[in-house]
């Protein structure tokens, strides 16, 4: 209800669980024993309250239910009786039209039905704890099996040709983790099920997906917006391509880090692209924007010098800017849990900012072609010597 004041709900759905994770089989009921098996290995972490088993994935928890025998296999083996012995004894107990023979009354056939007595006298307590005997062994149900009343799957659903079951849950902790918990399942399910039968996670990784490009495009408008910022700054059209030089190198450094240290690369790791764009050009333009005022103030200077002393000037704060950064990340990366997108961005960022440092160093006054003029430049002097 909406419309008044902030509104009002009695919707008492409870969500279905957010972490999904499909299982194929062949064979219905090896399936469910399969789904059963992990829905029980996954109640085995402390953060897992709760795993529903259904034939379809949805965002609320389905009210149907139904009763279920959870029959104890060691207590059958130690009375030494089989699951069929054990149905057909209850089965009288609750015996609904059963077929008994027919009565013929006056040219008419009549079927005889037997219904069961206790049928209406018995409930559950009842049926678990009431002696029984099988041949001359004495029992109580309660002692090999356990009546539960548990969601069950209404409808029984196909996927290539494979049956489908789908289980849900709500992990109470960091996404990462719940990922890490999740991963493990699955590949210990494929490791051990029988041929014919997989499970796949079908959760999303919130707005990250890796079959997408789209995110991409920020990095092409950050490009963008750094040629025309740098180009009005400088007043030039060449000197901005230098500072767009060492962005790339720079990302050599995230991917040397995600590849040698075998990192998912997620929505952190894309977040570290765009903070060491800004931080790595940041340090570029100190030094070329100094560079340009040096050389404007002394234009008979030789570009080699006037680069040395440019990068005198302007050293000391870049580095304890990238130092610091460096620091600031280094707490994100220590611990026995590794939190999802502060580990990667923070992994990311480290290796990009330590490559960038390399590229200030090497390749910056390679692409301002430093080198070059002062090559030229001596040429010029020997030739004015000799004549």
Same mark, same amino acid.
């Given at each position: 209800m909406y419309g008044v004041g902030d509104g009002f709900s009695n919707d008492v759905k409870e969500q279905a669980g957010t972490v999904r994770i499909k299982v194929l089989g062949y064979?219905?009921?090896?399936?469910?024993?399969?789904a059963a098996a992990m829905k029980d290995s996954l109640l085995q972490y402390r953060r897992i309250q709760e795993v529903t088993i259904d034939s379809k994935f949805s965002w609320y928890k389905s009210d149907y239910m139904e009763y279920s025998f959870h !029959?104890?296999? &060691?207590? !059958?083996?130690? &009375?030494? !009786?089989?699951?069929?012995?054990l149905f057909n004894y209850l089965n009288p107990m609750f015996e609904r039209g059963g077929y008994a023979g027919d009565w013929i009354n006056e040219g008419r056939i009549e079927p005889i039905r037997l219904y069961s007595q206790q049928t209406r006298k018995l409930d559950i307590w009842n049926m678990e704890n009431y002696p029984g005997m099988i041949g001359e062994k004495g029992y109580k149900l309660s002692d090999v099996a356990v009546i539960g009343k548990d969601q069950a799957p209404q409808d029984i659903a196909k996927e290539d040709q494979q049956y489908r079951l789908c289980l849900q849950y709500e992990y109470i902790g960091s996404y990462q983790q719940s990922w890490n918990i999740q991963e493990r399942v699955i590949e210990s399910f494929n490791k051990t099920a029988p041929l014919g039968y997989k499970a796949e996670s079908d959760s999303s990784r919130y707005w990250w997906s890796q079959g997408s490009s789209s995110q991409y495009w920020l990095l092409f408008i950050i490009v963008v917006i750094v040629f025309f910022m740098t180009g009005i700054l400088f007043n030039s059209f060449t000197q901005p391509l230098v500072i767009l030089f060492i962005i790339p190198i720079s990302f050599i450094g995230i991917f040397l880090t995600f590849y040698l240290f075998d990192l998912?690369?997620?929505?952190g790791g894309f977040a570290a692209f765009i903070l060491l764009a800004g931080i790595a050009i940041n340090a570029n333009i100190y030094i070329l924007s100094e560079y340009n005022n040096i050389?404007?103030?002394?234009?008979?200077?030789a570009p080699v010098k006037v680069y040395i002393k440019a990068w005198n000037a302007k050293i000391r704060p870049i580095f304890l800017t990238i130092i610091s950064t460096v620091l600031g990340f280094i707490p994100f990366m220590v611990g026995q849990y590794k939190e999802g997108f502060w580990f990667p961005l923070a992994a990311g960022t480290i290796g990009g900012l330590v490559l960038s440092l390399i590229a200030l160093f090497f390749f910056?006054?390679?692409?301002?072609?430093?080198?070059?003029?002062?090559?030229?430049g001596k040429s010029r002097k020997s030739a004015n010597l000799l004549m």
């Open positions: 064979n219905y009921e090896e399936l469910q024993s399969l !029959l104890h296999k &060691k207590e !059958l083996a130690q &009375k030494d !009786l089989v699951p069929g012995e998912n690369f997620d929505q050389k404007e103030a002394s234009p008979g200077m910056l006054p390679l692409f301002m072609g430093v080198g070059k003029r002062v090559t030229s």
